[in-house]
């Protein structure tokens, strides 16, 4: 269980400070018309060239393996990290390890000309890397949807897919787009407990200001728990006694791919009187959909704006 403690909150760490599901090309044409030689400035600030589109490429995070199928570069991944499992098509790839865990020489062995890294890894593991000789561009986390537009646009750019990409970005700007217009609508803003972490069902971990997640429940016409209750911290352990006192209208359990159910939380000591246990608003939810800073945000968005407000999306 501290395992999957480390990992979400490794990933969810990611979104600091800050349709349906995406769709594989079945094949990819490679551009031919792409200039000799290509300079980009990743996250770090560094300048990185590459001779052309990358056509070998090793992504280090699963936010970048879904951001490298949705831009139509799928078929140029040559490896990516364990927890690369969307879409289905990453599976099949050769498995580099993650996090602190990665596999130098399985890298290495793939021959890339590219290797994505993201906020997830360390820079000193992006140094490790190029010691070896190995083009590596750190791909920044985005703090808002708008953020994200411009991480498929430059991973379009090093994988030459821009007009593949720019229809992919008006899709997803349109579906947001929808959403808000929907949700002009909305009468009231229920509050939301989202829980990430229940380890100890007494003091579960959730999200507070500043997060991704924080984000999208406010765009999708919530407010969060910590926001109510006062709480700065970005990842705290709420105690169930503020929770009972704040007492949400919703709980969402972004641990369910955990195994926490709803019977589960209806069980714990006080949370029986809780509106949302009262009132049948307790709902499990695929974390994947907003705790890794790709295309699917657009989909988490959509999916907590109509747990929120179902009235609104019938």
Same mark, same amino acid.
């Given at each position: 269980?501290?395992?999957?403690?480390?990992?979400?909150?490794?990933?969810?760490?990611?979104? %600091?400070?800050?349709?349906? *599901?995406?769709?594989?090309?079945?094949?990819?044409?490679? *551009?031919?018309?792409?200039? &000799?030689? %290509?300079?980009? =400035?990743?996250?770090? /600030?560094?300048?990185?060239?590459?001779?052309?589109?990358?056509?070998? $490429?090793?992504?280090?995070?699963?936010?970048?393996?879904? $951001?490298?199928?949705?831009?139509?570069?799928?078929?140029?991944?040559?490896?990516?990290?364990?927890?690369?499992?969307?879409?289905?098509?990453?599976?099949?790839? *050769?498995?580099?390890?993650?996090?602190?865990?990665?596999? #130098?020489?399985?890298?290495? &062995?793939?021959?890339?000309?590219?290797?994505? &890294?993201?906020?997830?890894?360390?820079?000193?593991?992006?140094?490790?890397?190029?010691?070896? /000789?190995?083009?590596?561009?750190?791909?920044?986390?985005?703090?808002?949807?708008? !953020?994200?537009?411009?991480?498929?646009?430059?991973?379009?750019?090093?994988?030459?897919?821009?007009?593949?990409?720019?229809?992919?970005?008006?899709?997803?700007?349109?579906? @947001?787009?929808?959403?808000?217009?929907?949700?002009?609508?909305?009468?009231?803003?229920?509050?939301?407990?989202?829980?990430?972490?229940?380890?100890?069902?007494?003091? *579960?971990?959730? #999200?507070?200001? /500043?997060?991704?997640?924080?984000?999208?429940?406010?765009?999708? /016409?919530?407010?969060?728990? =910590?926001?109510?209750?006062?709480?700065?911290?970005?990842?705290?352990?709420?105690?169930?006694?503020?929770?009972?006192?704040?007492?949400?209208?919703?709980?969402? %359990?972004?641990?369910?791919?955990?195994?926490?159910?709803?019977?589960?939380?209806?069980?714990?000591?006080?949370?029986?009187?809780?509106? &949302? @246990?009262?009132?049948?608003?307790?709902?499990?939810?695929?974390?994947?959909?907003?705790?890794?800073?790709?295309?699917?945000?657009? !989909?988490?968005?959509?999916?907590?704006?109509?747990?929120?407000?179902?009235?609104?999306?019938?």
């Amino acid at each position: 269980m501290f395992r999957k403690l480390t990992f979400v909150l490794a990933i969810l760490a990611i979104f %600091l400070a800050a349709c349906g *599901p995406v769709a594989t090309p079945a094949a990819t044409v490679f *551009p031919t018309d792409v200039p &000799a030689g %290509l300079t980009f =400035t990743d996250g770090l /600030g560094r300048a990185i060239k590459l001779a052309g589109p990358a056509q070998r $490429i090793v992504s280090l995070a699963p936010s970048n393996t879904e $951001i490298l199928f949705a831009v139509g570069a799928g078929a140029q991944v040559v490896g990516c990290d364990d927890f690369s499992d969307f879409p289905e098509a990453a599976t099949a790839l *050769p498995k580099i390890g993650s996090l602190d865990k990665q596999n #130098i020489e399985q890298i290495v &062995a793939l021959k890339p000309d590219l290797v994505l &890294a993201a906020e997830i890894n360390s820079p000193e593991q992006v140094k490790a890397l190029e010691s070896l /000789g190995l083009t590596v561009y750190y791909l920044s986390n985005p703090k808002t949807l708008e !953020d994200l537009y411009a991480n498929l646009e430059i991973v379009a750019k090093l994988t030459g897919h821009e007009q593949d990409t720019a229809a992919l970005v008006e899709s997803l700007k349109a579906r @947001v787009m929808a959403v808000d217009e929907t949700l002009k609508g909305a009468a009231s803003k229920p509050v939301v407990f989202y829980e990430l972490d229940s380890t100890d069902p007494a003091k *579960p971990w959730t #999200i507070g200001p /500043g997060t991704f997640v924080d984000l999208l429940i406010a765009r999708a /016409g919530g407010a969060n728990l =910590t926001t109510v209750a006062g709480i700065a911290d970005p990842y705290p352990q709420v105690g169930a006694e503020q929770i009972v006192a704040t007492d949400p209208d919703l709980i969402i %359990l972004g641990d369910s791919m955990w195994g926490v159910t709803v019977e589960s939380v209806g069980q714990r000591p006080g949370w029986e009187k809780l509106k &949302a @246990v009262t009132g049948n608003q307790v709902h499990p939810f695929d974390d994947n959909l907003v705790s890794r800073p790709g295309p699917r945000l657009v !989909d988490g968005l959509e999916a907590l704006a109509k747990l929120l407000h179902p009235e609104l999306f019938k």
